[in-house]
């Protein structure tokens, strides 16, 4: 299968990071029209065999880059690295220091080095240089040797990177480019991340279930003393691999946004956020939920809807500059940092939250999901498919 390209060329939230942390302070353009906005793939939709990445990135109504004016008009402010780790309550100043984790993505992001040194600048992140060694990039063997590029995927990487590092800026990263979307080479490159040593591996990807999943992928999903997370999917109801596993902690969505309450934060689910009972694979021990009889589709979760979207900094085919993206992509590598910044990630098992549901937000709201009805797509007090347990409060669930 020939690799995905942008189906647009993305749009840019064209703001320099003074002006983005403006934005996020309060600024609004009251006097501009409201401007619509719709959300594309970066990548085409999963085919038999082959994965899709799941970030989502924000357009005008017809598709084209928005201007600084238009999104300021349609009211987008991204969130940047301070606002994800006083939402999410993080000890990211402190912690991390020890520990790696690997972004898995296909094909190359030629600009992603010096791509993620522009994002920690103006996040006012530690820089990754020769005193502190904390960006790697390999191939799915190992290598040096980059697969070829692509647009959809290096808005992918980029994201990935940018909030982990936004996460635990402290963590080293490691990123191990695939050869190309499909679901071997994929699974090949998260063996290789955990013998280079990845403590969290994060995954921003999805497949639709096939009957021979289980043959087929989980051996390269099961790694006891490696914690790997992957996200839940951006189409509503329905089990995507490799979130279904019972050895990956799958990573559903929320909408987050700004309040009065007492964590000066709220979260509702995000209607698309990936949720679902798995066709093949068994219902894990720890998993109580009555209505779905096999393993159930997410665990845990974190800020996912486009229309609040997190900044990313992207320049290989995207129009180049800041971005506003969303997705379940966003959320994984959030959580991979948050286990990274706990530092019990050899010694942490996939159900640890299950046990620890006290330490996370409860997200009880939401709009109606995709399927209908019930805790498999809406959201409700304790746990349902869209948010699964509920986000980070704090390490202690991880």
Request: proline residues 7%; aromatic residues 8%; charged residues 15%.
């Amino acid at each position: 299968m020939p690799h995905t390209r942008f189906r647009r060329r993305i749009g840019t939230v064209a703001i320099a990071a003074g002006l983005l942390a403006a934005a996020m302070a309060g600024a609004t353009a009251s006097a501009a029209p409201a401007t619509q906005v719709t959300v594309q793939r970066a990548c085409s939709a999963p085919a038999a065999g082959y994965a899709a990445c799941l970030a989502m990135v924000d357009s005008d109504a017809k598709g084209r880059p928005l201007s600084r004016s238009a999104a300021a008009a349609a009211d987008l402010h991204p969130f940047l690295a301070a606002d994800l780790q006083d939402a999410y309550d993080l000890p990211s100043d402190l912690l991390g220091a020890r520990q790696t984790i690997a972004i898995v993505d296909a094909f190359d992001d030629p600009n992603a080095e010096s791509d993620l040194a522009e994002y920690r600048k103006a996040n006012g992140l530690p820089a990754c240089d020769a005193d502190f060694p904390c960006f790697k990039k390999v191939n799915q063997r190992g290598g040096t040797t980059p697969p070829p590029a692509d647009a959809g995927w290096a808005a992918e990487i980029s994201l990935d990177l940018d909030m982990a590092s936004a996460v635990c800026p402290n963590c080293r990263l490691l990123l191990v480019e695939a050869d190309d979307n499909s679901i071997e080479n994929l699974g090949i490159a998260v063996d290789t991340a955990v013998e280079l040593g990845a403590d969290v591996v994060s995954n921003s990807y999805g497949a639709l279930e096939w009957n021979s999943e289980l043959a087929d992928l989980a051996d390269h999903y099961d790694h006891p003393g490696v914690t790997i997370v992957a996200s839940s999917g951006d189409s509503g109801f329905g089990a995507q691999m490799p979130a279904g596993l019972p050895t990956v902690v799958s990573v559903g969505g929320t909408s987050l946004y700004q309040d009065d309450s007492a964590r000066g934060w709220g979260e509702r689910s995000w209607r698309f956020a990936g949720s679902g009972c798995s066709a093949y694979v068994a219902k894990p021990a720890w998993q109580k939920d009555k209505l779905c009889g096999k393993r159930t589709i997410a665990d845990v979760s974190a800020v996912a809807d486009p229309s609040t979207p997190v900044a990313v900094y992207d320049t290989y085919g995207s129009g180049g500059g800041w971005l506003a993206l969303g997705g379940t992509s966003a959320a994984a590598p959030l959580i991979a940092g948050v286990y990274a910044l706990a530092g019990n990630a050899t010694t942490v098992p996939v159900q640890y939250p299950y046990s620890h549901a006290k330490a996370l937000n409860d997200v009880t709201s939401g709009p109606a999901g995709t399927c209908g009805g019930g805790y498999l797509c809406n959201a409700g007090p304790g746990y349902d498919g869209p948010t699964g347990l509920g986000t980070p409060h704090g390490i202690g669930a991880f």
